[in-house]
């Protein structure tokens, strides 16, 4: 099992960057693919990036991709979401989450065994 704590959140203007981070407690973190999904009031939890164990393979949704970058740190078992450009429209409650699973893909909520309680990103125009 794995307990997730995102840290990182904020106010920040538009054209802003800013970069989360996710610890992970537990020693078999490198076992696990991690991701990060987002969610705006009144909408539904989405996908945002993902990063396979090694580190070396990553994905993004279209709506970030270019903008936003994930990475992770196996030896301090850390994930981090550096984002930048940002825009109002990323503004929402940002969430780490672990996949212990092999699976094709790793952008549905169900792909997913533990998450962190989120962390609110807000973006003033």
């Known amino acids: 099992q794995v307990q997730l704590v995102e840290s990182g959140g904020g106010l920040v203007q538009a054209g802003d960057s800013l970069r989360l981070s996710c610890a992970a407690s537990?020693?078999?973190?490198?076992?696990?693919?991690m991701g990060w999904f987002r969610q705006a009031p009144g909408k539904e939890r989405e996908f945002v990036a993902y990063i396979l164990r090694s580190g070396f393979t990553t994905y993004a949704a279209d709506s970030v991709m270019g903008r936003f970058t994930i990475s992770r740190d196996n030896a301090k078992n850390m994930v981090f979401l550096q984002m930048n450009s940002l825009k109002p429209d990323d503004a929402a409650v940002y969430y780490c989450?672990?996949?212990?699973?092999?699976?094709?893909?790793?952008?549905?909520?169900?792909?997913?065994?533990?998450w962190g309680q989120g962390t609110q990103v807000t973006v003033s125009s």
């Open positions: 537990g020693r078999t973190f490198s076992s696990y693919t």
């Open positions: 989450a672990a996949a212990s699973k092999p699976r094709r893909h790793y952008r549905n909520r169900g792909d997913y065994d533990y």
